[in-house]
Every structure is written in C-alpha cells, then in structure tokens.
C-alpha cells in the first residue's frame, strides 16, 4: 500500500530520514541530478531552514520503502513568474513505468498554492509527462552563467 507524505516548515522529517531522501534523490535522477550539496540546500530552502519563501518535499512510501520524491519551493512571486518551482522529482528506477510520477505529481500539484515552473532536458523522458499533465513550453529559456 502507497502512503504519502509532505514535508513542510511545521511538519520536517528527521536528520536521517532527509539524509535518506537526499540519497535517493542523488541516486535515482542520474545524469539529471545535482550534487548531494545541492540537492540538500533544495530541501532545505522548502522547509525554511534557512530565510527562504518554503515549499514542500512530498514522498510516496510502500512499506516504508521510498518510492518516489518531489521537492517544490516557492518562487515568492505570482503572476509574472509562477508562484512554484519543481526543483526535483524521481521515481526508483525499479518502479518506473508503474505510475508513481504522475500519482507523485497529481497530488504535488494539488497540494501547491498557484502555478508550477520546472526545468527539463530536451532529452529528458519525464518531459512526456510534465506534457501529459498540462506542462506546456512557452518560453525559451536563455542563462547567463557568470565567472565567480
């Protein structure tokens, strides 16, 4: 049986349990993924470790097993740029093609307060997904990296 769970600024998970998610997310994105470091920061900028707008982390468990992960932040803005970013989301690769991304996302996107922005690889195929859910691509993205 699925069960979920949201993590949130009231409701965090414990040192081991987010150091468990943080592996997860490391392991499962692949070469879509982040630095641990990094991966880490996302999660704490949504439960407001730091000063940040939140967000939430929300997991699908079987059996107490992780499943699947979705970290969300909020943007702090509204109307002009959504009101959320989808910072990560990854099914186990043993449960791929079983549902588990689009049921994660289903209830992600109900659970979000406005609009949702993400960013994906041309190449990515969770992009039929986001499609599937009604992401569209209005824009082209362009990014200036500059030299620290």
């Known amino acids: 049986m699925l069960h979920t769970i949201i993590f949130d600024e009231q409701n965090k998970p414990g040192e ?3 150091q468990e998610l943080v592996d ?4 499962q994105l692949e070469q879509y993924g982040d630095p641990k470091n990094q991966i880490e920061r996302a999660i704490d900028y949504s439960l407001k470790e730091f000063d940040s707008f939140g967000g939430f982390v ?3 468990k079987q059996e107490e097993q992780l499943r699947a992960a979705v970290v969300i932040n909020r943007t702090g803005m509204d109307g002009y740029i959504p009101e ?3 910072v ?3 099914v186990d690769r043993n449960n791929r093609g079983e549902g588990l991304g689009r049921k994660l996302m289903t209830q992600a996107i109900a ?3 406005g609009d949702i922005a993400l960013h994906v690889e041309a190449n990515n195929p969770a992009k039929r997904l986001y499609e599937r859910l009604g992401f569209t691509n209005p824009y082209l993205e362009m990014r200036l990296k500059k030299n620290k």
């Open 16 to 18: 081991q349990e987010k």
């Open 58 to 60: 929300m997991l699908l």
């Open 88 to 90: 990560y989301i990854a």
């Open 24 to 27: 997860f997310l490391h392991d």
């Open 84 to 86: 959320n970013i989808l």
């Open 111 to 113: 659970h979000a307060d």
